[in-house]
């Protein structure tokens, strides 16, 4: 019965949803350059994302985000799910990185350009430096914070390793850097499928780690501490390929 609702109903209802809250996003852009209403809307689409897909999203330890303060938000990513899913429950002012090719994606692409994402180009070092320092410079002059799935991409079946791109960012803002565990999206909607399957989504916030006195020498060390307690507050294991301890 739920995978007919989820091709009558959620399937086409997201469609449709993407298509009409890219529009007012895009409108909002007219006025508004700071990218501020846009991101409203984009908590209102995601809300309406997870209740056309029948699911529901749990949120334990939010009172340990300051709202007046700014982060880099670190998740696990599992699902296409993962970002309605801290969009429409985090209750903070943040932008986040999303692949080069989204942008050219229309509505969804216009959105993610005229809120201020930033694209990331993969396997381009170069490309990827220079991200990361906007990403620092959006954190330190809009006083916003930004997230990140530093895994590179969704994970299929358990927690990848994670890149340094996080911690380099949170360093070099002189911001905290906070672990957020979600748990239940890969059931939502797995990857290669399209079919939404309704659950509970868990998501999970730790505490917000210091980067106060460090240096870009720490930025290994910090990377596996992230990675330490994300896997932790999901109940998985560090792969053993993940990022050793920097210097």
């Known amino acids: 019965m739920w995978k007919v609702r989820s091709l009558l109903i959620s399937f086409p209802g997201i469609i449709l949803a993407t298509i009409a809250m890219g529009s007012i996003s895009l409108a909002c852009s007219l006025w508004d350059k700071t990218g501020v209403s846009q991101h409203r809307v984009a908590q209102w689409w995601s809300r309406m994302l997870l209740a056309l897909g029948f699911l529901k999203c749990r949120a334990i330890g939010l009172e340990k ?53 930033l694209p990331v180009v993969r396997d381009d070092p170069r490309a990827s430096i220079k991200a990361m320092a906007e990403g620092a410079k959006l954190i330190r002059e809009r006083g916003v914070s930004l997230l990140l799935f530093p895994e590179g991409g969704r994970s299929e079946v358990q927690i990848q390793p994670f890149k340094e791109g996080a911690a380099y960012i949170a360093i070099k803002a002189g911001v905290p850097i906070v672990p957020i565990g979600l748990v239940g999206t890969r059931v939502a909607l797995p990857m290669h499928s399209a079919i939404v399957r309704p659950t509970t989504i868990q998501l999970l916030v730790g505490d917000p780690i210091e980067t106060t006195g460090l240096s870009l020498h720490d930025r290994g060390r910090l990377t596996a501490d992230l990675q330490e307690r994300v896997a932790s507050l999901i109940g998985e294991k560090v792969p053993t390929a993940a990022v050793p301890p920097g210097e």
Do not use: Q
């Open 65 to 117: 985000l300051d709202p007046a303060r700014s982060y880099v938000l670190v998740s696990n990513h599992a699902s296409y799910m993962d970002t309605p899913a801290i969009m429409g429950t985090i209750p903070l002012e943040f932008r986040f990185f999303a692949k080069h090719g989204l942008f050219s994606i229309p509505f969804l692409g216009w959105h993610l350009r005229h809120a201020g994402h």
